[in-house]
T-cell receptor, first 111, second 115 residues
Framework: KAGVTQTPRYLIKTRGQQVTLSCSPI?????VSWYQQTPGQGLQFLFE???????NKGNFPGRFSGRQFSNSRSEMNVSTLELGDSALYLC??????????FGPGTRLLVL | AQTVTQSQPEMSVQEAETVTLSCTYD???????LFWYKQPPSRQMILVIR??????QNATENRFSVNFQKAAKSFSLKISDSQLGDTAMYFC????????????FGTGTRLQVTL
């Protein structure tokens, strides 16, 4: 089975812009979670989607949003980018079990 | 709220030697899972090993094993016969059992395997 894929792998944006990141889970996995990794804050949970519904959300401002499509692919959107949004964004998928499998991440740089 | 603490920011071990990474956690939950993930320079997060809290037997995966002490809320990772490819950041993570749950990560331990 192919692993979790994320696109794009690298992204450079300027403050005030918005960005959309994409994640394709492992085939058959219906749950997709997003995490932000920064040197200062470490790994933080953003949100989880299951069957097109958000069922868990971390402590992030409303500028961070996501959605999931019927094929389980997920996108996350960040509007009005700030310098502090520069991070590695990791997507993880899981099936009915508890183990989350991660993609390679999208590295976002906000200038 | 759950917390995960990794008190060793950096460790070094020689090739073929054994090293133990420490992790403690705090929770009032009784049913949960613990994980060790490895993040090499590529930044890909790779599952190393997992432990179900209801299982008393410590998990093992080839050269990797854990020492799970539920009462002490301790979950250490032992790497035997260390290899250069084990060089990476290692994250301990906690997740409450259930359908809508999230991973809570520690701050990580940077492991360097040397010749």
């Amino acid at each position: 089975k192919a692993g979790v894929t994320q696109t794009p792998r690298y992204l450079i944006k300027t403050r005030g812009q918005q960005v959309t990141l994409s994640c394709s889970p492992i085939s058959g996995h219906r749950s997709v979670s997003w995490y932000q990794q920064t040197p200062g804050q470490g790994l933080q949970f953003l949100f989880e989607y299951f069957s097109e519904t958000q069922r868990n959300k971390g402590n992030f401002p409303g500028r961070f949003s996501g959605r999931q499509f019927s094929n389980s692919r997920s996108e996350m959107n960040v509007s009005t980018l700030e310098l502090g949004d520069s991070a590695l964004y990791l997507c993880a998928s899981r099936s009915a079990g508890e183990t989350q499998y991660f993609g390679p991440g999208t590295r976002l740089l906000v200038l | 709220a759950q917390t995960v603490t990794q008190s060793q920011p950096e460790m070094s071990v020689q090739e073929a030697e054994t090293v133990t990474l420490s992790c403690t956690y705090d929770t009032s939950e009784s049913n949960y899972y613990l994980f060790w993930y490895k993040q090499p320079p590529s930044r890909q997060m790779i599952l190393v090993i997992r432990q179900e809290a209801y299982k008393q037997q410590n998990a093992t995966e080839n050269r990797f094993s854990v020492n799970f002490q539920k009462a002490a809320k301790s979950f250490s990772l032992k790497i035997s016969d260390s290899q250069l490819g084990d060089t990476a950041m290692y994250f301990c993570a906690f997740m409450i059992a259930g359908t809508a749950s999230k991973l809570t990560f520690g701050t990580g331990t940077r492991l360097q395997v040397t010749l």
